[in-house]
């Protein structure tokens, strides 16, 4: 495996692994689900999932990937040659697609928003009409299937180039100027006329709220965004060398991605309440509150207004391109190092592949929208498919392979880095108690009981 590409520094590690995490699970998804689920209760609940149970599964990805510099298929295959466990792998190779299937859905909405903001669509004499944008779009035919395949074919573009030229280049951009922008609407959004009130719906619990769902949807939305159990990791952690401290870029990762989907809380409900939008209204929140927010802030400063709703728009896609791309290189690796298929090749059968489901989620906004499975639309089908059970079963399984399956002392020389990191060696006990008994068990429970309780 010596042709392989590997992360430069402990700093690429984590804007890498960052860019996966930190994109629309954080901007789109987060403060909708928050929405739903009561507000503060529930980013309580979120952090202690990302913590005691997404942290222990990340570094479970962590440890397979590097141990063996392969793709999943190859890693379980190799860690446990001979067994059931390499049908893991294989499942991490397709649940990734289908995330990116309606992924860039969303995606192709920011490139469209973007294309909005460039041309000085939200102004502040239509602020309250830019809110009904978003519904007539979504639901429109031609105009989402164009921008969606726009945001594929960037990132199959991306993809085909590696991992330093790709990944790197993007993530060292986007992050930081993703942190800077989130900063600076929190702020204003903060100060807008009614804001108080979405603030307060950040801040104060409400316990009532915090129903079975609730834990199961704080569970599948910390794994959504940190990429977990669907082998996105563990295929970038086969990139680090050997001697990069992976509690650390773990660690560092997941502060990072909670950070930032906390101040996209508060950059996207104060907004919501003073634009007297539901807070639950779904999945296009954020395409509804964002343009009003920059739409108030021309009454004052339309050309800051235009400059700061197209930068945004701007670093909302190449972050979400940062997380598309680590979905599509999951399948890459395994066709280029299991099929021996050339990368080129690779990238554009899984393109075609993700293209045709995406059209599928696409259209159930619109044309099918009385298309539904088990009561859902196509879309939310393949959301509720991908965060509520693949990454659940996912996760719990890379859990039991790293605390029950791999050799404790092997976990421990991974870890530890061949046990010259004293720091970690001393912390080793709790990590391996939190992986083999508190994640497992803890998922186990909160996924059966959303099941059938």
Request: hydrophobic fraction near 55%.
């Amino acid at each position: 495996m010596s042709s392989r590409e590997n992360f430069g520094s402990r700093a690429t590690v984590i804007m890498a692994m960052a860019g996966s995490a930190i994109g629309l699970g954080n901007i789109w998804r987060f403060p909708f689900i928050v929405g739903e689920y009561g507000g503060a209760a529930f980013i309580l609940v979120y952090i202690l999932c990302c913590f005691l149970l997404s942290l222990p599964i990340f570094l479970s990805e962590s440890i397979i990937g590097r141990r063996t510099h392969q793709n999943t298929f190859g890693a379980m295959s190799t860690l446990a040659p001979g067994t059931a466990w390499k049908w893991l792998g294989l499942l991490t190779v397709f649940s990734p697609l289908i995330i990116l299937s309606y992924y860039s859905v969303v995606g192709g909405w920011s490139f469209a928003y973007l294309c909005k903001a460039v041309t000085l669509q939200f102004k502040p004499e239509n602020a309250e009409a830019v809110t009904s944008m978003f519904g007539q779009f979504s639901t429109s035919t031609w105009g989402p299937l164009v921008c969606m395949v726009i945001f594929l074919g960037l990132t199959a573009l991306i993809v085909y180039f590696g991992v330093n030229k790709g990944i790197e280049r993007f993530s060292k951009i986007s992050i930081p100027v993703l942190f800077v922008l989130i900063v600076l609407i929190a702020v204003y959004s903060i100060t807008l006329s009614g804001a108080g009130e979405g603030v307060k719906y950040l801040v104060n619990p409400d316990f009532s709220k915090l129903t079975p769902d609730a834990f199961a949807a704080a569970l599948g939305q910390s794994f959504f965004s940190l990429s977990l159990g669907v082998g996105t990791m563990l295929t970038y952690s086969s990139y680090v060398s050997k001697d990069e401290n992976i509690l650390v870029s773990a660690g560092g990762t997941a502060f990072f991605d909670l950070l930032f989907a906390i101040l996209a809380g508060f950059a996207v409900m104060p907004a919501v309440f003073a634009a007297g939008i539901a807070p639950s209204s779904g999945p296009g929140l954020v395409f509804e509150t964002l343009p009003f927010i920059f739409a108030k802030m021309g009454s004052g400063a339309q050309i800051i207004s235009a400059a700061v709703s197209i930068l945004f728009f701007l670093t909302i896609l190449v972050a979400a391109l940062s997380s598309s791309i680590s979905m599509m290189e999951v399948g890459v690796a395994y066709l280029v190092e299991e099929k021996k298929q050339p990368r080129h090749k690779a990238t554009v059968l899984l393109f075609v592949v993700t293209l045709v489901i995406g059209v599928l989620c696409a259209l159930s906004f619109g044309t099918l929208s009385g298309v539904k499975l088990f009561g859902n639309t196509i879309f939310n089908f393949c959301d509720k498919l991908a965060s509520n059970f693949l990454m659940t079963v996912g996760a719990l399984l890379f859990s039991v392979f790293v605390g029950w399956k791999m050799d404790k002392a092997a976990v421990r020389d991974e870890l530890t880095n061949g046990g010259t990191l004293s720091g970690v060696k001393k912390l080793f006990p709790f990590v391996y108690f939190l992986i083999k008994y508190v994640t497992p068990v803890t998922i186990a429970a909160i996924f059966l009981i959303s099941l059938f309780g």
